[in-house]
């Protein structure tokens, strides 16, 4: 058993990623029962509406799930802090922002904190603060990105290397495959995004699903590296639109607003790709199916100890000459 599974108290090493302001209790309970970490991402919205989600999520599992605060995204950082005391919701993940301030008051409570990190610097700053456990990001990921733009391969063995608490990879994985590579790099687990909005519980516009279903692997496109503002997303008429205003000087405000969770909404909720977007990691264009959340992390699990099974027989290492 990973030592994930053990700090989690999940029976398999794998992390729903948070959502923003389209996460749902449905989509995060299904994730629990089957087995992972179901997250509910806060985003922009209101305590309230974060409550009303964690009332749900109660009502569909008896098992963990976790909070993922934004913190400098969400203006509510401090209130949904003392939202998850409150609930008693058993991790919560942080993300955009230091995560230092946090870690005692949420460890006094006996909450687990995930602090979600893109560079080895920021992992080390997260492990001395008391992080649990670091969720390593590479910039195949889906939605709002690290402007260091490290990939999954490169960053794992590196931040693995710096800290000694576990690393849950992130980033272009979604199949057993990857969670394979991911284990062998040192991670102790994998976070999902992309992968979970193409399954059956998901209650995302199906638009949105057969984008991620008939991707290629050239589907995904950057959007704000000309205003230090990093998101991938699936290549649209909404997104091209961004990026040619990018090219005639789009401001960081503009930018701001053009990419907000309501037209996130627009985009994954309504399937209005005219006038919103809908976040994709590159892993897009390995999905070409849409199963149940148990029938995904199931089929993972099994592929993933199968594979690597296959392939410690495939290797020979030559032996020493006499």
């Excluded at 919205?45 to 400098?72: C, D, G, L």
């Excluded at 590159?282 to 100890?305: C, F, R």
């Amino acid at each position: 058993m990973s030592l994930v599974n053990e700090l989690l108290s999940i029976k398999y090493p794998i992390i729903q990623g948070g959502m923003g302001n389209i996460s749902n209790a449905q989509l995060a309970a299904a994730v629990s029962n089957a087995g992972g970490l179901g997250t509910i991402g806060c985003g922009t919205m209101s305590p309230n509406q974060v409550e009303t989600i964690i009332t749900e999520t109660k009502e569909m599992t008896v098992y963990p799930f976790a909070i993922n605060i934004p913190i400098n995204v969400s203006p509510y950082t401090e209130e949904l802090i003392q939202l998850v005391i409150r609930h008693k919701v058993p991790v919560v993940s942080l993300s955009a922002g230091n995560p230092a301030p946090y870690i005692d008051l949420l460890h006094e409570h006996s909450i687990k904190v995930i602090a979600i990190v893109a560079s080895v610097k920021h992992a080390k700053k997260a492990e001395e603060a008391g992080a649990d456990i670091l969720v390593a990001e590479g910039f195949e990921a889906a939605g709002i990105n690290s402007n260091l733009e490290l990939t999954t391969f490169t960053l794992i063995p590196q931040i693995c290397k710096h800290v000694s608490i576990p690393v849950v990879a992130a980033g272009g994985i979604g199949d057993g495959h990857g969670l394979a590579a991911a284990l062998m790099l040192g991670a102790s687990g994998v976070q999902l995004g992309t992968r979970l909005i193409a399954t059956k519980e998901a209650p995302f516009h199906s638009v949105y699903k057969n984008r991620l279903i008939e991707a290629g692997d050239n589907e995904t496109v950057i959007l704000g590296r000309s205003v230090g503002q990093v998101r991938r997303v699936l290549k649209s008429p909404y997104a091209k639109q961004i990026i040619d205003l990018e090219q005639q000087g789009l401001s960081a405000e503009q930018y701001r607003q053009m990419t907000s969770e309501d037209y996130h909404i627009n985009g994954a909720l309504l399937g209005d790709e005219n006038n919103g977007f809908m976040n994709s990691g590159q892993i897009a264009g390995l999905i070409d199916d849409l199963p149940s959340v148990k029938e995904l992390l199931d089929g993972m699990m099994n592929d993933a100890l199968t594979v690597m099974k296959e392939r410690l027989h495939v290797f020979t290492w030559p032996s020493e000459k006499s």
